[in-house]
């Protein structure tokens, strides 16, 4: 009885290194460390295998692989071809939404939102954010929707020209009185719900950018010349070929991964800084709560136009193959394993103080930081009593169109004067 005490107390004890190595491998430790600080640090490279980008780098290194077969040249064509498709999809949002806020909102008058509102509880005119673009103080009941405030601005303001004739003087004064006829303001409803839907655009779109980051790592680490993306399984069975070939992440030539850096990676990271740009922009324009969320969770949208065609359009040949490629994996490196193991650790120590740094959070932080600071300084500028960000004044368009080349230059024509001077669609109220 005493010696199955004595064994279950044994069984019971946790596995240490030595427990499970040889007595005499005292490097275990450092060795587990070493590789785990590798995977966080190098890791596997992977092209997005749920991607058209991903098919179209990899099925035209599968058809060489295979000596151009007729089946994976047309498995590649077909890849080009839904690629094609898809800048045309992402471009065309890119312009529709665009033509939504840098046009039809200036042609109805709107401004941009800058910090308007943005101490609503609590206002006065000396405050940051406290006076509307109507040039009144704000109050929790005198909150409105740009629609609805321009209606009412409307409305007023068509009284006044109505009875503008000298004898109607004391009707148009009462209109104008703020305590008999109040438009209202237009503002944010909620500054803190502004951060935090601009955060999770952030967050999307930054792993957007980690994608591409992995892709250019690819391009960069694999070897450049022509390697065979297809190998057969060991004892594969001839019968049976879709299940004994694999597909893996190899060499490519010097002119493939040129091709592949024009015509995938450049417009990756355009495609990334105009849907940033444009949709940070979106979010920082608009005032409502429930607006702000959801407009944060579909801007996102535009970038998941590849994913959608792949699933949508790929057949199950191209799936099969994107599903079974193998990642790319960096060999380790046995000298500097050896460095880390024998030396006094202070490289393993480094790499556990990384660990500890959410790099990824710090990396979205700072990128909401910047872009909001651009939003302002692009399309705001400082009160001088209150020291708030205010709508810098608004061009009329002259033209209901945006095109892509208003989207490539970022310039819409305007309305001018005869003598040459714009024409506002909004302008800050004189005091």
């Known amino acids: 009885m005493a010696m199955m005490m004595e064994d279950q107390r044994e069984e019971s004890q946790p596995l240490t290194p030595r427990h499970i190595l040889d007595e005499t491998d005292e490097d275990f430790s450092k060795r587990v460390e070493y590789s785990m600080q590798e995977m966080e640090f190098k890791g596997e490279l992977t092209i997005e295998t749920d991607s058209v980008y991903g098919a179209v780098l990899a099925l035209p290194q599968i058809a060489r692989s295979m000596d151009w077969n007729q089946t994976f040249v047309a498995l590649t064509f077909r890849s080009f071809l839904l690629l094609a498709i898809n800048y045309v999809f992402q471009i065309s949002a890119l312009v529709f939404l665009t033509e939504e806020s840098q046009v039809m909102d200036v042609l109805g008058g709107k401004m941009h939102l800058c910090e308007y509102g943005r101490q609503l509880e609590d206002c006065d005119e000396t405050k940051p954010g406290c006076v509307g673009p109507g040039g009144t103080v704000y109050s929790p009941p005198r909150l409105y929707s740009f629609d609805t405030w321009n209606v009412r601005k409307w409305a007023r303001d068509q009284l006044v020209a109505f009875f503008e004739e000298p004898e109607y003087a004391a009707v148009k004064a009462n209109i104008q009185n703020m305590s008999l006829v109040d438009p209202g303001e237009y503002g944010m409803e909620n500054h803190e719900c502004r951060i935090f839907a601009c955060f999770l655009f952030t967050l999307a779109e930054v792993q957007g950018g980690f994608k591409i980051c992995e892709l250019i790592g690819i391009l960069f680490h694999i070897p450049t010349k022509s390697e065979s993306w297809v190998y057969w399984a060991e004892d594969g069975d001839?019968?049976?070929?879709?299940?004994?070939?694999?597909?893996?992440?190899?060499?490519?030539?010097?002119?493939?991964?040129?091709?592949?850096?024009?015509f995938i990676v450049l417009p990756k990271i355009w495609l990334l800084a105009e849907v940033f740009w444009m949709g940070f922009r979106f979010l920082m324009d608009t005032a409502g709560i429930v607006d702000l969320v959801l407009g944060a969770m579909a801007m996102d949208f535009v970038l998941s136009f590849d994913e959608l065609i792949l699933e949508s359009f790929e057949g199950a040949s191209t799936k099969h193959i994107m599903e079974h490629l193998e990642h790319f994996t960096h060999e380790t490196d046995e000298e500097h394993l050896n460095e880390h193991i024998e030396g006094s650790g202070c490289g393993l120590k480094w790499g556990a103080f990384k660990l500890a740094i959410p790099r990824r959070l710090i990396i979205v932080v700072v990128v909401l930081l910047i872009f909001e600071e651009a939003y302002y300084r692009v399309h705001c500028t400082k009160d001088k009593i209150s020291g708030s960000w205010v709508s810098i004044p608004t061009k009329l368009p002259n033209t209901t169109q945006y095109t892509l080349k208003n989207l490539l230059t970022y310039f819409v024509p305007y309305e001018e004067t005869d003598d040459g001077e714009p024409v506002y669609a909004w302008q800050p109220v004189e005091e």
């Open 238 to 262: 001839d019968l049976d070929p879709l299940n004994n070939i694999k597909f893996r992440i190899a060499g490519m030539s010097l002119g493939w991964k040129l091709f592949n850096l024009i």
